[in-house]
């Protein structure tokens, strides 16, 4: 990516010529919403120990890498070359000139001391938890030579399926495993939302990213576990105030008492893993009724007919029992969610139908279903297709590839199974597990992690193990995580404010909007991007030619030439941002193959799948030996396991808890604070316990994020434990059994026992 550093210096506003353009935005941004997730001081915060310049400094442009709302930021850089504070840019649609808590927070992570530096190997051949790696440093021609001498020699001795990458999408690590010949690429996504993606792309087309919500406009919203505002995603909160304070009712349909929720209107504690049961009966009572939108539905949906078939037996009644709500409950929330428009059931990813129990994708199924009957699909107040920029540049169209070599379709992580979410090839953190310990479809020699923790995995002792067996690991990271600490060879990767990039704005785009990034200073260590480290290794392995001429600086300029910019034009752009605001024009045609969102869905059926919402319950219930359900969340002061070595978040949530109803506790006679086991029939964790009557008597909830083992992370280790170790991980087997489109991990689908350690 050498054309990166052939780009104009972008002008450098000053602070105060920045804040006179914007202050109107900022003011207009500036609903409260950090007050909702209680963790942000009222002032502007400050994010390093520097306090703000008086006099003027320079600002650059950036959008935020910590999760992937992907706000665009103003850094601030002091005369000494340090950036001293990041802001919301006002002008990105998302941002609207205010940042969460970690974004924030970033300068911190940045200026880590405990971030890799260089490139090191392993001494000790010993792997594991307490284990020492003896961690040498080494130039990068010797890390790319070490791994690419690995990779060719599992390649040559077990076939290139033989080496796996993991690792979210990106163009040269494909073009890599492909120039490999592996069909090895896992990600995470069963295990965060492809219960989702599976019910889109079966009956509305698209699948891509269906988190895209109009909340603010909403006149009605009723979340079944819809928690973003909890999450401290600014830009949820800031909407989901919005409609509060424009009158919009708010129904919170929750296990537990959250943030978003004590805001709502009204809290209904549901029985975890029956809100299929509850949507089944809405259906039934907005047909029987009759009240749905005749308008929408005609025009365009299909399968109505075969729809009301299917729910008539699902009565509130019938529905009371499954989820310990009243029938007359289910009766006036289904009212009043047709009859109050615009209403909206929002989703985002972990909640009721994300992969958390084995029935979600069928109430990912019914979430889609209601949205349409109130007519509420690509309109104002309702679910959004995000308008992202449509660009017809891709990477393989640019720099077309030399001849590939051929590859065998089956996966490790047997991903390709599953015909309606194998094309996508998320991949599966769950299966992989078993596939690399049984060698079975093969063996799995080596592989190459980027951006991704072994804490992440379900039953992350057992993945761990798995890790083990490998003959070579090479990971791609900032910190060093517990990944790198399994890792033969460690590469360290710049951190996004070091480098450069566009964000197109996949999610929360209202209109196409595309921020740039510049890097607010220089690469602090010996640091490389991702591109350029798999050009490094493909160079050594003998597969050079496949990246000959690729340029990540022409990618993004003719991608922005194709929507009518440059990238010289972005990098002068005076708010570091190109946007084709436009008017909200609603669909009127759907990407399936009748035109129309299928509440019949044809490609189940072909795919073998239930083409209509039929009841199923979970898989695990309360026993005697585990008698509570298991709830995974996450704190909105952290980010998975990428924030728990940053001090600011660590003042304000230093380690996780057993969250559990306070009436319920005393009764088993567990004081707040005391430490438990919580156990599964996967593992056990020992942590404190947090009692609130804000959740179900039946229910313990985990905040996932901690448990780091890496004595690296100098602030992070060994605080709190890693939920992960309690979730019972499936084999390929088992999730063909489960019949889920999604392949969905079924994260929380099992219940533990709670005692004092
Ligand atoms: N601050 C912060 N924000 C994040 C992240 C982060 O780590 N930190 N991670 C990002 C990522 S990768 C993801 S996937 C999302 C996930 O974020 P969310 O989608 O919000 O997922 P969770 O917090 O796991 O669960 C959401 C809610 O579902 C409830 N719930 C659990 N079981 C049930 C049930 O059976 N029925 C109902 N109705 N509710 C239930 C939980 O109590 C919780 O309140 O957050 C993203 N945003
Ligand atoms: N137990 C449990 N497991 C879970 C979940 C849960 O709630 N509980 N949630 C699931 C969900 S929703 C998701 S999305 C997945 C996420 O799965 P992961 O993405 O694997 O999880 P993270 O904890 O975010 O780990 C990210 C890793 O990337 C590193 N990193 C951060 N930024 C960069 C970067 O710019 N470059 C590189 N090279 N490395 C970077 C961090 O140091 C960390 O090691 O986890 C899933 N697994
Ligand atoms: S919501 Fe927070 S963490 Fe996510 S992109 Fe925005 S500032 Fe970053
Ligand atoms: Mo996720």
Redesign the pocket.
């Known amino acids: 990516m050498t054309s990166d550093q052939n780009s104009k210096t972008p002008k450098n506003l000053t602070r105060r010529s920045f804040l006179k353009a914007s202050s109107a935005a900022v003011a207009a941004g500036a609903a409260g919403s950090f007050a909702l997730a209680g963790c942000t001081p009222k002032e502007e915060p400050r994010t390093t120990a520097v306090e703000p310049l008086d006099s003027d400094v320079t600002q650059k442009f950036s959008f935020c890498?910590i999760c992937s709302a992907n706000c665009a930021m103003v850094a601030e850089i002091d005369d000494n070359g340090r950036a001293v504070q990041l802001k919301g840019n006002p002008d990105d649609q998302v941002a609207q000139g205010k940042l969460c808590v970690k974004g924030y927070a970033a300068l911190k992570d940045l200026y880590d001391p405990d971030r890799l530096k260089y490139p090191m190997k392993r001494t000790n051949p010993e792997k594991g938890p307490g284990v020492d790696p003896g961690w040498t440093k080494i130039s990068w021609e010797e890390a790319y030579k070490l791994t690419a001498d690995e990779f060719n020699k599992a390649r040559e001795n077990h076939g290139p399926e033989s080496i796996a990458f993991f690792s979210r999408g990106h163009p040269w690590m494909n073009r890599l495993r492909e120039a490999i010949g592996t069909p090895n690429h896992i990600q995470?996504h069963s295990?965060?939302f492809t219960t989702y993606t599976a019910i889109w792309r079966a009956c509305v087309g698209t699948g891509n990213r269906p988190f895209m919500l109009d909340v603010a406009n909403s006149n009605y919203l009723l979340s079944f576990g819809w928690d973003m505002p909890s999450k401290a995603k600014n830009m949820s909160a800031r909407d989901y105030v919005q409609a509060l304070q424009k009158g919009a009712k708010s129904v919170v349909v929750d296990p537990k008492l959250t943030v978003t929720a004590t805001l709502a209107n009204e809290w209904v504690p549901i029985k975890p893993g029956t809100d299929l049961a509850f949507m089944l009966a809405m259906i039934n009572v907005i047909l029987d009724e009759d009240l749905y939108d005749h308008e929408f539905v005609n025009n365009y949906t299909q399968g109505i007919e075969e729809l009301r078939e299917a729910v008539k037996e699902y009565t509130p009644s019938w529905a009371e029992d499954k989820t310990d709500v009243p029938a007359g409950t289910i009766y006036r929330i289904s009212r009043e969610f047709a009859t109050n428009k615009p209403a909206l059931i929002p989703n985002h990813?972990?909640d009721a139908g994300g992969p958390n129990h084995v029935n979600s994708w069928r109430a990912a199924f019914t979430i889609l279903i209601l949205n349409s009957l109130v007519g509420s699909m690509d309109r104002e107040g309702g679910q959004i297709i995000g308008r992202t920029p449509s660009f017809d540049v891709s990477f393989n169209s640019l720099f077309p590839a030399p001849d590939m070599p051929s590859m065998r379709t089956d996966r490790i992580d047997g991903f390709e199974k599953h015909p309606i979410i194998g094309p996508t090839r998320r991949g599966d953190?769950s299966t992989v597990t078993d596939a690399i310990l049984t060698e079975k479809p093969y063996p799995l020699k080596a592989a190459l992690v980027?951006?991704?923790?072994v804490?992440?995995?379900?039953d992350?002792v057992k993945s761990t193990e798995a890790l083990k067996k490998l003959d070579f690991l090479a990971v791609?990271?900032?910190?060093p995580?517990e990944?790198?600490q399994m890792a033969d060879v460690v590469f360290p990767?710049s951190?996004?404010l070091e480098t450069w990039g566009m964000g197109n704005r996949s999610y929360f785009a209202m209109y196409p909007q595309i921020a740039l990034r510049e890097p607010i200073i220089e690469p602090l260590h010996d640091t490389k991007g991702?591109g350029g480290i798999i050009e490094g290794i493909a160079q050594e392995m003998g597969l050079g030619h496949y990246f000959a001429n690729v340029s990540g600086g022409r990618l993004r300029d003719e991608q922005l030439k194709s929507v009518g910019s440059s990238w010289e034009e972005l990098t002068n752009s005076p708010n570091g941002l190109w946007s084709d605001e436009k008017p909200f024009t609603p669909r009127t045609s759907w990407p399936t193959d009748s035109g129309k969102i299928e509440l019949y869905s044809n490609k189940l059926k072909e795919a073998g799948y239930d083409p209509l919402p039929y009841w199923q319950p979970k898989r695990e219930m309360p026993s005697d030996d585990y008698p509570f359900y298991m709830i995974?969340s996450?704190p909105g002061m952290h980010?998975?396991?990428?924030t728990q070595n940053n001090y600011l978040m660590l003042q304000e949530y230093p380690e996780n808890f057993v969250i559990m109803n306070t009436d319920k506790a005393h009764d088993m006679g567990i004081s707040h604070g005391q430490e438990l086991y919580v156990e599964s029939r996967a593992g056990k964790i020992k942590l404190k316990a947090h009692l609130t009557n804000g959740i179900r008597p039946d229910c313990v909830c985990v905040e996932?994020?901690f448990g780091h083992w890496s004595q690296k992370l100098s602030l992070a280790y060994q605080r709190g434990a890693?939920?992960?170790d309690l979730?019972p991980r499936i084999n390929i087997q088992e999730m063909l059994e489960i019949k889920d489109p999604g392949a969905g991990s079924a994260?929380n689908d099992f219940c533990v026992r709670v005692y004092k350690a």
């Open positions: 890498g995470h295990t965060c990813k972990r953190f980027r951006k991704h923790n804490l992440a995995f379900p992350a791609i990271d900032i910190w995580s990944m790198v990767e951190y996004f991702y995974i996450r980010k998975m396991s990428q996932h994020g890693n939920e992960g979730i994260m």
